[in-house]
């Protein structure tokens, strides 16, 4: 089935994986990640050995406007406690955050937002939407203040803003109304990913941006992420899923128990590579 | 077979939208319960239905609806702030010392006075649970007791009488220059700003997703601290002001002011259709909910049921709202599954 309606039903043994993938989607995916090559621009983001206690330490790395960097890793490895530390949710204790060549502290969200950084996280439930909230509202939330004039709510601007931020990620939904605990999966991450696009971020930093979504979603993700980084975004992406990293970043960083133990440009990237960094010590402890 | 999966589906969203229509319109089932009982009320005792009565409902519940509508903001915010009696009862006899002192005192001095006084305390709660996370319901139910200790210490046990009261003061509550009681129109219009700020205002706006998911309001850059320690404060600010009602209403400030006040205001929030889990909550249906219990305490008089029949009466009603909402919430969930 397919967006509500009947497609085609054919028999397990006659049909293949990009078979399938096109009667979901609706079209052939030539390339399943369609990521274009980009020029990287200035470093926008500059992180020196980061360290929050008990977490990570010693995370350094640069990201470029309209680069993809990736970050892999095991789940556990402090992958999003770094990323929760440049957003300033849980702020690091130590090490140093650029912003455009300019030492920043971020120790709230709030900051980050206006520092133009954008999180969209892992746990979209629990993290990244207000489930009992509708469509407008959940997009809106981050940005109340551009919406607000002295504190005071402009409707219209708030509504036709999330209309069209719905609109453009192609959200499927009755109408902005709905509560986004109605809404399946990939549709919830598209109301996240439009709220915190309609900030105008320049720095956005992904979470498992296709976790638990159907396959046109997460096409539509990373075509989404490709277009955003040409046109200058600078994105870092945490996933698990090496195909995603290795299809997706310009380069890949690899945590492993909080510490940085690789970091490869897309042309050294491999799956064992990756592994390999990532697993190390668990190598190195089965041989002590 | 396709066919009828969507068919049964489509019934099945539509019975989950009837029932969610039924949770999203609370405010319709209070009304329609508040009408069945003024009929089976006025049939026993015609007086009830009379302009007089209702007048005085109206002044009696003016104080209900304006701590009802503090509470909400709290419960909205999954907190609860059990020492609204005790701040009405603290600021209701300091204000009172205050104006039997300066009797040629302009009255809104008093007002302001009350709010001024209020806030401190309702801030002292919002400072106990944000800084020191003690959970609400454990900071407030300690300052009921810190603040109703400090009424009997500031009063030494006395009370401030009516002859004590300058008379502008005991208008303030009763007078009608604008043919309703002021008390009655102070609390619409604390009604109608409390509507505008929950839902145009960013801070409205705020409260609702702390309340809803406190776990994601801070992703999405929402101080929760500050947020939380607002509404607290204003549920002294609201306590302070509904303190100088009271005074000028029952024209005495005694040590057991208010006392048992609290339950009250949780009452109405949670039968005007306020989930205690937080998040869900309207003006007008908290609204109707003081409506409601003010024409129960009113009835029951009339029809000469005895007041302890009363207080049951009340608790029977939040029982039957909290029931009822869960019993329509888990029919809500099983028919999307």
């Not at chain 2, 009763?174 to 309703?180: F, S, V």
């Amino acid at each position: 089935m397919r967006d509500g309606s009947y497609v085609d039903t054919c028999s397990i043994k006659d049909v293949s994986r990009d078979d399938l993938i096109r009667l979901m989607v609706g079209r052939t995916i030539t390339n399943l990640f369609p990521k274009q090559d980009v020029k990287a621009g200035d470093v926008i983001l500059k992180v020196e050995n980061l360290e929050r206690a008990g977490s990570f330490r010693n995370v350094s790395f640069e990201l470029r406007c309209g680069e993809i960097l990736g970050m892999a890793g095991l789940v556990g490895a402090g992958r999003t406690n770094v990323a929760r530390a440049i957003f300033g949710v849980e702020p690091a204790t130590a090490g140093s955050i650029q912003i455009e060549g300019r030492k920043v502290a971020i120790t709230s969200p709030q900051q980050a937002i206006k520092l133009g950084l954008a999180y969209v996280p892992e746990d979209r439930q629990l993290h990244g939407l207000i489930p009992a909230m509708n469509i407008t509202s959940n997009i809106s939330l981050p940005m109340l203040s551009k919406y607000a004039r002295r504190g005071w709510l402009q409707d219209k601007t708030e509504r036709k803003a999330a209309y069209d931020a719905a609109l453009q990620m192609e959200v499927r939904a009755n109408n902005i109304w709905q509560m986004a605990r109605e809404l399946s999966g990939g549709n919830q991450q598209k109301i996240v990913l439009s709220k915190w696009l309609s900030t105008n971020p320049r720095i956005l930093i992904l979470d498992e941006p296709t976790r638990g979504i159907d396959v046109g979603t997460k096409a539509a993700v990373h075509a989404l992420m490709s277009r955003l980084a040409s046109e200058g975004m600078a994105i870092l992406m945490i996933s698990s899923e090496l195909p995603e990293i290795l299809g997706m970043s310009d380069r890949v960083i690899v945590l492993r128990e909080g510490h940085m133990t690789g970091h490869f440009s897309r042309a050294e990237a491999t799956q064992e590579k990756i592994i390999s960094a990532a697993t190390q010590a668990v190598t190195l402890g089965s041989a002590q | 077979m396709q066919n009828s999966t969507s068919a049964t589906q489509s019934v099945r969203s539509s019975l989950s939208n009837l029932l969610w229509s039924l949770v999203r319109f609370r405010e319709a089932g209070i009304s329609i319960f508040i009408l069945i009982l003024v009929f089976v009320v006025t049939l026993r005792a015609p007086s009830f239905l009379t302009t007089d009565n209702f007048n005085d409902i109206l002044l009696n519940i003016s104080i209900l609806a304006i701590m009802a509508l503090a509470q909400t903001m709290v419960i909205i915010t999954h907190g609860i702030d059990l020492s609204v009696s005790s701040m009405i009862g603290l600021v209701a006899m300091m204000v009172a010392f205050v104006v039997k002192q300066n009797p040629e005192m302009p009255v809104i001095f008093a007002v302001l006075l009350g709010m001024a006084l209020g806030s401190v305390l309702g801030s002292f709660n919002g400072l106990i649970i944000t800084r020191g996370n003690v959970p609400p319901i454990i900071a407030t139910l300690g300052t009921l007791s810190i603040y109703r200790g400090l009424v009997f210490f500031y009063s030494q046990g006395t009370w401030i009488n009516s002859f004590e009261l300058p008379k502008n003061f005991k208008m303030l509550s009763k007078g009608t220059p604008l043919g309703l009681p002021n008390m009655v129109i102070i609390a619409i219009l604390v009604a109608i700003v409390v509507y505008y700020f929950l839902n145009h205002t960013r801070t409205g706006r705020d409260i609702y997703a702390v309340g809803t998911n406190p776990d994601a309001a801070p992703f999405a850059g929402i101080r929760k601290e500050r947020i939380i320690f607002l509404v607290y404060l204003l549920s002294g600010l609201l306590a302070g002001l509904a303190a100088v009602l009271w005074v000028s209403r029952f024209e005495s400030a005694q040590t057991n002011t208010a006392a048992g006040f609290e339950l009250q205001t949780v009452a109405a929030s949670v039968v005007g259709g306020v989930s205690i889990s937080g998040g869900v909550g309207t003006v007008p249906g908290v609204l109707l909910g003081a409506l409601l219990l003010g024409i129960i305490q009113n009835s029951l008089t009339l029809i000469r049921i005895s007041p302890f029949w009363q207080l049951a009466a009340q608790g029977l009603l939040i029982l039957i709202a909290v029931i009822s909402d869960k019993w329509i919430l888990s029919r809500v969930e099983r028919t999307k599954k």
